[in-house]
């Protein structure tokens, strides 16, 4: 069942929403070589906690890191740990807050450096390709509409969509129905309604779309060890179309 949420709710949301961006502000600031996933995390967890929230990872299904914190080949639900960033690096960070009960969901994937243009090239088409995939985000549209405009877009500039991982609702559970494809024909699945509170997050590769769970039980990577990107927003069906929430 889709949860359609009251406005009251979409307002902690929004502010839920606003956390995570803020707390991508503040990581932006520490992503440089030299610096550890780890190091990442605890800032993260710091600032989100002075917000008074808490980390929607943290604990998850036995996660330990508060953020996913996931470098060059690795997709998503990258452990934070040890390993330092180099120049040329990509790193995709999840982030996830929790405040009064609802939750908050965005990713982004950084530069670290200098990267070479291919690579710049797959973080654009990336995320243009959510920006492609939230203009389908009506009322009355099915919900495959969206998942249609992300694969047209990232397929026609020469990538692939990784078919394993889908975007999902939000609310008091950090995932919601309904499952979101990044991938599929337009116009199947339910019609968009106001008050439904959607994480769209389309995971693209550089090669083939054939990803692999390494013996961590957590970390993504692609088969052909290829680079991949990730970016994601929550935001709201409203009666004009969408609302962003995981944004300042």
């Not at 243009?117 to 009322?139: H, N």
């Not at 309904?178 to 116009?187: A, L, R």
């Not at 968009?192 to 957590?218: C, F, H, I, Q």
């Not at 935001?235 to 004009?240: G, H, K, P, R, S």
């Amino acid at each position: 069942m889709i949860i359609c949420k009251t406005p009251r709710e979409i307002e902690i949301m929004r502010e839920a929403g606003k956390i995570v961006a803020l707390t991508h502000q503040e990581l932006q600031k520490h992503i440089a070589p030299g610096i550890t996933t780890k190091e990442l995390d605890e800032i993260a967890d710091r600032f989100i906690r002075q917000h008074d929230a808490v980390p929607s990872f943290k604990g998850y299904n036995g996660f330990s890191g508060s953020i996913c914190a996931s470098v060059n080949e690795e997709l998503v639900h990258g452990i934070p740990g040890n390993r330092k960033l180099a120049d040329g690096d990509i790193i995709s960070i999840d982030i996830g807050a929790k405040y009064k009960g609802y939750h908050g969901d965005s990713a982004w994937t950084y530069p670290v450096g200098d990267i070479p243009e291919e690579t710049q090239k797959l973080l654009e088409v990336t995320e243009e390709s959510l920006y492609r995939g939230l203009e389908e985000a009506k009322p009355g549209v099915r919900l495959s509409n969206i998942s249609h405009a992300v694969q047209t877009y990232a397929e026609e500039n020469g990538f692939s969509i990784v078919r394993e991982y889908v975007g999902h609702g939000v609310g008091q559970d950090l995932h919601e129905a309904p499952q979101i494809p990044h991938f599929g024909p337009p116009d199947k699945g339910p019609r968009l309604k106001p008050g439904m509170v959607l994480a769209v997050e389309p995971m693209v590769n550089a090669g083939s779309r054939y990803v692999k769970t390494l013996a961590d039980n957590w970390t993504v990577v692609t088969v052909d060890g290829k680079m991949c990107a990730h970016f994601e927003h929550t935001i709201a069906i409203t009666e004009e179309g969408y609302e962003i929430l995981t944004r300042t």
